[in-house]
């Protein structure tokens, strides 16, 4: 089974940017959907963004539409979160997660794999 590992989140202050990297362990992410989800204190787990493993399709929620991407580098068995012009409703814990689905799914529910998170905090 594949492992998810994020990295690369910080400190930032609003307007700023910062990309966010998924490495695995075990299998490749390139036969995995992918997705992105946040979680702020006290507030559930969101889903901000997806990539399918069949069509490298990419899906976002409509709060991060325009200023996130994500992407992927199959040689490096990576996935990147680029997020620009964060706000500091962007502040939260951000989760890599891998799916055996095939089509665009946002619920946690459909991801079988999670990372441990890692913290973006957006601050003046």
């Known amino acids: 089974q594949v492992q998810p590992v994020e990295s690369g989140g910080g400190l930032v202050q609003p307007g700023d940017s910062l990309r966010l990297s998924c490495a695995a362990s075990g299998h490749t992410l390139s036969s995995y959907g992918v997705g992105w989800f946040r979680q702020a204190p006290g507030k559930e787990r969101e889903f901000v963004a997806g990539?399918?493993?069949?069509?490298?399709?990419?899906h976002y929620a409509d709060t991060v539409l325009g200023r996130f991407t994500i992407s992927r580098d199959n040689a490096k068995n990576t996935v990147y979160l680029q997020m620009d012009s964060l706000k500091p409703e962007d502040t939260a814990v951000y989760y890599c997660?891998?799916?055996?689905?095939?089509?665009?799914?946002?619920?946690?529910?459909?991801?079988?794999?999670w990372g441990q998170g890692t913290q973006v905090t957006v601050s003046s």
């Open positions: 990539s399918t493993w069949s069509e490298n399709k990419a």
């Open positions: 997660a891998a799916t055996f689905s095939i089509v665009p799914v946002t619920d946690t529910d459909m991801y079988d794999f």
